[in-house]
């Protein structure tokens, strides 16, 4: 269970809270919430959902979307979600610099995707250069449908991409 001790951490962090005052809500000890957060020991579920909740949020269980690989210009792979994934405010609209497999010619760079040109740029990085992974963690798609029309992207690729949006809009309008 040794995901849940990044996640009791972050929770925390989170919250604003020390350890003393979640140990205190939650009924953990301080040096039991230091072990999660040094990896030296890893609470069960429900003792990561009690501590979780503490911090004032809740576990939860979010459909990871399988991909679907198409072939665009000169044979190269690119990925397409069955569904558009949604991320937590604070990653949708926060500030990445995108690892040099993504951003090989700006390395370094930070984007900050608050900002609706830069998140523009983000997301057609990746969705030309990304993976599956790239594309559930950098992008959110209530603001991909929302940019989809000002995306520059090659043609084979806003085609593979393009009855994913139509759904979501779709979805969206019902």
């Known amino acids: 269970m040794a995901q849940f001790q990044g996640l009791v951490e972050q929770a925390r962090r989170l919250a604003g ?19 999660y957060a040094a990896g030296t020991k890893s609470p069960n ?3 990561a959902e009690r501590i979780v ?4 949020f809740d576990l939860d269980l979010v459909p990871r979307p399988s991909f679907r690989e198409v072939t665009v210009d000169r ?5 397409v979600p069955e569904f558009l994934p949604r991320l937590p405010a604070d990653r949708a609209l926060g500030r990445v610099c995108l690892p040099l497999h993504l951003n090989w010619s700006q390395p370094g760079r930070e984007f900050d ?7 523009a740029r983000v997301y057609e990085i990746i969705i030309r250069e990304g993976g599956s992974e790239d594309i559930r963690q950098y992008i959110d798609g209530a603001l991909l449908a929302d940019l989809w ?5 090659p043609a084979q ?13 779709g979805h ?3």
Not at 19 to 26: D, P
Not at 53 to 56: D, E, N, P, Y
């Open 53 to 56: 909740q503490a911090a004032g």
């Open 113 to 119: 995707l608050s900002d609706r040109r830069q998140r």
């Open 172 to 174: 969206a309008a019902a």
């Open 149 to 153: 029309p000002e995306l520059v992207l």
């Open 17 to 35: 809270l020390s350890r003393a005052e979640l140990a205190r809500r939650s009924g953990a000890s301080r040096p039991t919430l230091a072990a």
């Open 45 to 47: 579920l429900a003792t």
């Open 157 to 169: 690729l806003r085609r593979a991409w393009q009855p994913l949006i139509d759904a979501t809009r």
């Open 75 to 79: 044979g190269r792979a690119a990925y």
